[in-house]
């Protein structure tokens, strides 16, 4: 339950933030689900996968997106869910699969949200092979966004 209240106090606190701008439409969280990421170490550049069911309230939505990055990879590469009207970025790269941030944003301009990726709901397992980590997030996955 804990990340649902995160969610929430970031989307209350991103709200009031915004207030003072303009009226905006109030959005809802983009729900991510399967999210997975897989590290691959052996083979220079270490690169990790990334993978999730997309579900969007705002849209009703659905549509899968999954990305590679690698190490030395740029932060603004953009990604296109199997719905190129929703794309996926890694802000600050992946150096910790146990520890990231996912970006959602449509190219339209009409929603954009990040969240990060770690704590308890995040299940990682380090192994001897290929890949060396695996990490499954454990229930739903939110990310808000706003316009
Ligand atoms: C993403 O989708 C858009 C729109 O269909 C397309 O123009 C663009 O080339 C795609 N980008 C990649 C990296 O496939």
């Not at 106090?9 to 399967?34: E, F, G, M, W």
Request: charged share 20%; proline share 5%; hydrophobic share 35%.
């Amino acid at each position: 339950m804990k990340f649902i209240t995160i969610a929430t106090t970031l989307a209350a606190a991103s709200a009031a933030v915004a207030a003072p701008h303009t009226a905006k439409r109030d959005l809802r969280p983009i729900s991510l689900t399967s999210l997975a990421a897989d590290y691959y170490d052996q083979t220079p550049p270490a690169s990790t996968t990334v993978s999730f069911q997309l579900s969007d309230p705002n849209t009703n939505i659905e549509t899968a997106c999954d990305a590679v990055w690698s190490v030395g990879g740029a932060g603004t590469t953009k990604y296109n869910c199997s719905d190129h009207t929703y794309q996926l970025n890694f802000p600050n790269g992946i150096y910790n699969i146990e520890d990231f941030m996912i970006q959602i944003s449509r190219p339209d301009g009409s929603e954009s949200g990040k969240a990060r990726a770690y704590g308890n709901d995040w299940k990682c397992e380090k192994k001897d092979g290929y890949p060396s980590e695996s990490c499954r997030w454990d229930g739903v996955f939110h990310v808000g966004v706003s316009k």
